[in-house]
């Protein structure tokens, strides 16, 4: 018997899903980007519209008028003020050469020589080898200033009443204020011993008006060309050992410092052409220096 062949039976077809279009999403993202290329190109345009109004403000000014601020208008339209030291008096110092100004309604002292005013403000001034000075007051840093073309030195001080040194009253001295100034006689690479030494005194109550005041005066500082000189008017030999009478007076007129002491020398008597008998006419001349 043989065997029963069974029949071949056929698969069946296998059906594969296919993913289906998603056609929401893509509406979506293409109104998106159509959104944004809009949205772009206003953002781009609107830039280049404020670009241009920028540079239209810019260059308006320019184009409307030829600025007329900056014409001589301006510059003649500022008030120059006065020179404030003018009418004031000088002094000249011609022994040491030096020269400056004050107002003139201060009162000038000679020997020492003190200027002053009705509102307690004094200014003394001495040349001589300064060791000390303002015993009687406390002052901070000294500082360089330039006065006369020189470097000087300054510092400011407030009275502290009596010291050891300072004989004045405590209670007078707390109101006072005192600024010095020290100035080089001679420039001559050595240390100068000798110096000006300017020292104002004043009220606390007035210190702006002090430091005003000393800066027009200082401003007014300078060094004339040389100092003056009292020569005799009657030249002698000295190769003496011992001064004769004539040699004697050639050397009292180059000793005087001071105008009055020059002419107050009187031993040479002209008309009788000796030393015999002083005639009452100076003897020596007093010459000033060029400012």
Request: charged share 20%.
């Amino acid at each position: 018997m043989e065997p029963t062949q069974q029949p071949i039976q056929s698969q069946p077809d296998v059906f594969t899903p296919q993913p289906k279009l998603n056609y929401l999403k893509t509406i979506i993202f293409s109104v998106l980007g159509v959104l944004l290329v809009v949205s772009i190109t206003y953002l781009y345009l609107q830039n280049q519209s404020l670009k241009k109004q920028v540079l239209n403000q810019q260059v308006a000014p320019t184009i409307q008028a030829p600025s007329p601020t900056l014409t001589l208008k301006t510059v003649t339209s500022i008030s120059i003020q006065p020179n404030e030291t003018a009418g004031w008096k000088t002094y000249i110092d011609s022994n040491n050469g030096f020269s400056f100004s004050y107002p003139p309604d201060w009162k000038i002292e000679e020997k020492p020589l003190v200027l002053s005013d009705m509102k307690g403000h004094k200014i003394s001034i001495n040349v001589w080898q300064v060791t000390g000075f303002g015993y009687c007051y406390k002052y901070g840093s000294d500082r360089e200033i330039m006065v006369g073309g020189k470097t000087a030195k300054t510092a400011d001080g407030i009275g502290t009443g009596s010291t050891e040194l300072c004989d004045t009253p405590k209670e007078d001295m707390e109101k006072l204020g005192n600024t010095f100034i020290l100035i080089p006689l001679k420039d001559d690479g050595i240390v100068s011993m000798e110096k000006i030494h300017i020292s104002y005194d004043y009220p606390l109550s007035d210190l702006n008006l002090a430091q005003t005041k000393l800066n027009q005066i200082l401003s007014t500082f300078k060094f004339t060309d040389n100092t003056s000189v009292c020569v005799p008017t009657y030249q002698v030999e000295t190769n003496s050992v011992e001064l004769t009478a004539e040699q004697n007076y050639s050397v009292r007129c180059t000793e005087q410092r001071s105008e009055k002491d020059c002419l107050s020398i009187d031993l040479y008597n002209q008309k009788a052409g000796d030393f015999s008998v002083p005639d009452q006419i100076s003897d020596c001349i007093w010459k000033n220096p060029t400012i």
